[in-house]
């Protein structure tokens, strides 16, 4: 280790998960759960790839990690500037390009932030194919936030949870849209974006420990108002 990197993970380096996953992280969507994703997934040491092609409307400002002098631009030359200011040594590739089922990504660790159903079906068949063909030796995951302004929800989807995921991709029509005050607070895009990243350093402690010693669950919901919280 560099002494920068030294530092900037000095207080957490012993932790059974660090430094255990050497490939990159997908990154789908640099949005409300995508900002603060990649801002948290960076500063816990793992190498990022993050996908989106939006630019940055002051509308954004409000439940987004980006800043008024951001406006602009790209959300993906944004987060990484924002990113790099934190953790200078950590890895970071950018891609402006609109994800598709025909998408070549690399990986075998994929974070869906995306903001419609289209996109995030699209790049769980990118993940699924990777899965099917890759020769890496760790435990594929998919791991899917959703968020309204008081709610999230999490799936964490391993190879033989792939057909009880499929039942949750319905088509965007099918989703009750919701009024442009009510979609987003920031306090809960950084919540769901911890949690995140907690379930994912979970799924890397289980494979350094060889066994199941962690919490990663298929399904986490929380409710923000009444601080309820399921499980499944």
Request: with cysteine; glycine share 6%.
């Amino acid at each position: 280790m560099t002494l920068e990197t030294e530092e900037q993970f000095s207080a957490f380096k012993g932790l059974p998960w660090f430094n255990f996953v050497s490939s990159w992280i997908q990154v789908g969507g640099a949005g409300g759960i995508g900002s603060y994703l990649s801002f948290f997934l960076s500063r816990a040491g793992f190498n990022l790839s993050i996908n989106d092609f939006d630019i940055i409307e002051r509308r954004n400002l409000s439940g987004q990690l980006y800043k008024q002098s951001d406006i602009g631009k790209l959300k993906v030359d944004a987060i990484y500037s924002t990113v790099k200011e934190f953790s200078p040594s950590s890895a970071i590739f950018t891609s402006k390009k609109i994800i598709t089922e025909n998408t070549h990504l690399s990986g075998i660790y994929f974070f869906s932030a995306f903001d419609n159903m289209e996109a995030r079906k699209s790049f769980f068949k990118i993940w699924k194919r990777n899965i099917e063909y890759s020769t890496e030796s760790g435990i594929p995951i998919f791991i899917d936030g959703r968020l309204e302004a008081e709610q999230l929800q999490i799936f964490c989807v391993t190879r033989e949870r792939i057909s009880q995921y499929e039942e949750y991709l319905f088509s965007d029509s099918e989703i009750e849209d919701t009024t442009c005050t009510m979609k987003q607070t920031s306090h809960v895009a950084a919540m769901i974006a911890a949690f995140m990243t907690s379930f994912f350093t979970n799924h890397v402690t289980n494979m350094v420990e060889k066994n199941y010693v962690r919490d990663v669950p298929f399904l986490f919901e929380n409710f923000v108002p009444l601080t309820l919280i399921s499980r499944l």
